[in-house]
């Protein structure tokens, strides 16, 4: 049974330094990974998605990388701002028969950029 | 396209009650996910469809809570009768089959159970 496992679950930083979260599975039968930002009292917004055959994925500040075979993926954010306060979840998606097309949760990282 | 569409966004009901949530997944689209949040326990996948039909409901918790997908651009999960341990924030994802494929979720209905 896949298990995602986010590390920290808190994360408070002052504004300018570099954000690093962790994200940590179980199967490495995935199809890929993707992270997800949420606003309290909001949806979950997509960041990245990493296929299973990458290394690492691009956005602006934003920089994941996937090391499937050691079930790893790290969340790197250049630069935080205020606005970077959120929770991050990252998840997989499997690819076994008894998981296929599962997308699994970690319970998130709960970042907080100080001014 | 508008993105996945849930409704309600909220729903305060009293204990004993029918509740319906629903979804519209984004259009072509073919897998949709409902799951739960709460703070005690995260995300869960209560549910997913593939092209309409249930791949994996191991984790709807109880008979009270059942989830439908006549066609591809409707999904229903019911609870009857609710209880106030089901008051949580319930989302819908929608993605294209291939497993290889980015998943999108809606807003999320906030479901109180009094």
């Known amino acids: 049974k896949q298990e995602v496992t986010q590390i920290p679950a808190a994360l408070s930083v002052p504004e300018g330094e570099n954000l690093v979260l962790n994200c940590s599975f179980t199967?490495?039968?995935?199809?890929?990974l993707q992270w997800f930002r949420q606003d309290p009292g909001k949806g979950l917004t997509s960041l990245l998605l990493?296929?299973?055959?990458?290394r690492e994925q691009t956005s602006g500040r934003l920089n994941a990388s996937l090391d499937k075979s050691s079930g790893r993926s790290t969340l790197y954010i250049a630069a935080s701002q205020p606005g970077d306060s959120a929770t991050y979840l990252c998840?997989?998606?499997?690819?076994?028969?008894?998981?296929?097309?599962?997308?699994?949760f970690g319970a998130g990282t709960q970042v907080v950029v100080t001014p | 396209d508008a993105g996945v569409i849930q409704s309600p966004r909220h729903e305060v009901t009293e204990m004993g009650q029918e509740v319906t949530l629903r979804c519209k997944p984004i259009?072509?689209?073919?897998?949709l996910f409902w799951y739960r949040q709460t703070m005690m326990r995260g995300l869960e996948l209560l549910i997913y469809?593939?092209?309409?039909?249930?791949?994996?409901d191991s984790g709807m918790p109880e008979d009270r809570f059942s989830a439908k997908m006549p066609n591809a651009s409707f999904s229903t999960l019911k609870i009857q009768p609710s209880e106030p341990r089901d008051s949580a924030v319930y989302f819908c994802?929608?993605?294209?089959?291939?497993?290889?494929?980015?998943?999108?979720f809606g807003q999320g209905t906030r479901l109180t159970v009094v």
């Open positions: 994802a929608s993605s294209l089959e291939r497993g290889d494929t980015e998943a999108f």
């Open positions: 199967d490495s039968a995935i199809y890929n």
């Open positions: 990493i296929q299973s055959s990458q």
């Open positions: 998840a997989v998606r499997g690819s076994q028969t008894d998981s296929w097309g599962k997308l699994q």
């Open positions: 259009s072509g689209h073919n897998s």
């Open positions: 469809f593939n092209n309409n039909v249930p791949i994996d």
